[in-house]
């Protein structure tokens, strides 16, 4: 089955950064679409980035754009966010989603796998 684990979330001060991860695992064929998402408490869960593993197109969040990057590893198994310049209103949880299927970069229902989330917090 497929498994998705996120890692690289933490606590850290505003202006600074952190990598998050997503390892990939239990399937043969290639997720079409692989993305990060982002909750905050009482907030609705909210598309950061998504990259369409065959040409390797990203999109991003209007918050995002020219401080995060999203980024896949060769082997198409492993996911990465690069967040810099980080803000109190980054923080959030961080979940790693993938789906097989072509469809929405940014709507949640349309994601059919995810993993259990990591934390990150920003401090001003």
């Known amino acids: 089955q497929v498994q998705l684990v996120e890692s690289g979330g933490g606590s850290v001060q505003a202006g600074g950064s952190l990598r998050l991860s997503c390892a990939a695992s239990?399937?043969?064929?290639?997720?079409?679409?692989l993305a990060w998402f982002r909750q905050a408490p009482g907030k609705e869960r909210e598309a950061v980035a998504t990259?369409?593993?065959?040409?390797?197109?990203?999109f991003y969040a209007d918050f995002a754009r020219g401080r995060f990057t999203i980024s896949q590893d060769s082997a198409k198994t492993t996911l990465h966010l690069q967040m810099s310049s980080l803000k109190p209103e980054d923080t959030a949880m961080y979940y790693c989603?993938?789906?097989?299927?072509?469809?929405?970069?940014?709507?949640?229902?349309?994601?059919?796998?995810w993993g259990q989330g990591t934390q990150v917090t920003v401090s001003s």
């Open positions: 990259i369409y593993a065959y040409d390797g197109r990203p």
């Open positions: 239990g399937y043969s064929y290639v997720m079409y679409r």
């Open positions: 989603a993938a789906d097989p299927d072509g469809g929405s970069w940014s709507d949640p229902a349309d994601f059919a796998f």
